[in-house]
T-cell receptor, first 110, second 114 residues
Framework: SQQGEEDPQALSIQEGENATMNCSYK?????LQWYRQNSGRGLVHLIL?????REKHSGRLRVTLDTSKKSSSLLITASRAADTASYFC??????????FGEGTQLTVNP | DTGVSQDPRHKITKRGQNVTFRCDPI?????LYWYRQTLGQGPEFLTY??????LEKSRLLSDRFSAERPKGSFSTLEIQRTEQGDSAMYLC???WGQGNDGYTFGSGTRLTVV
């Protein structure tokens, strides 16, 4: 499958710090989405950014998109222990399939 | 509406047996998707339906896999003659149209083939 790449694979920070995760993709996209997954559970949709958008905010989340570099970043500000989870980016191309990256495992230490 | 429901949550089966999973999407959603996720990896697309029509299938969906969505409501995913390599989390998601508000995922069915 054509999965994008996420960086870093794992990130450990202290509560209150900001967490930044990066995602690169390979094809032209309709939009790029970020999901969160707690261990052994399903995915929860966090935020969607369209190909004609450059930045989007939702609460403590900030997503950027650079289509020239085929990359996106997710910033979580003022992290909490409850933010501990795996975070995945997913590119949506034509045809409605999502192609996920391998994810970033975020650990927020209290 | 309680979101996307998947049943069972866990399934352990012997190699060679057939298994069937069920997904109940959000009732207003016309699209339903199946993904497979192995440990440490992101989900991989298997197939999707718009209403009752199966519109796209991944090459991952071998002849042993079949998915249906009768009447455009719930969906079933059947795996025949299971192999150890089929062990994974099977995730179902639904959306209205192309999912411009994102997709809603169920909690998944974890399959272990022994």
């Amino acid at each position: 499958s054509q999965q994008g790449e996420e960086d870093p694979q794992a990130l450990s920070i202290q509560e209150g710090e900001n967490a930044t995760m990066n995602c690169s993709y390979k094809t032209s996209i309709n939009n790029l989405q970020w999901y969160r997954q707690n261990s052994g559970r399903g995915l929860v949709h966090l935020i969607l950014i369209r190909s004609n958008e450059r930045e989007k905010h939702s609460g403590r989340l900030r997503v950027t998109l650079d289509t020239s570099k085929k990359s996106s970043s997710l910033l979580i500000t003022a992290s909490r222990a409850a933010d501990t989870a795996s975070y995945f980016c997913a590119e949506e191309t034509s045809g409605s399939r999502l192609t996920f990256g391998e994810g970033t495992q975020l650990t927020v230490n209290p | 509406d309680t979101g996307v429901s998947q049943d069972p949550r866990h399934k352990i089966t012997k190699r060679g047996q057939n298994v069937t999973f069920r997904c109940d999407p959000i009732s207003e959603h016309n699209r339903l998707y199946w993904y497979r996720q192995t440990l440490g990896q992101g989900p991989e697309f298997l197939t999707y339906f718009q209403n009752e029509a199966q519109l796209e299938k991944s090459r991952l969906l071998s002849d042993r896999f079949s998915a249906e969505r009768p009447k455009g409501s719930f969906s079933t995913l059947e795996i025949q003659r299971t192999e150890q390599g089929d062990s994974a989390m099977y995730l179902c998601a639904s959306s209205w149209g192309q999912g411009n508000d994102g997709y809603t995922f169920g909690s998944g069915t974890r399959l272990t083939v022994v």
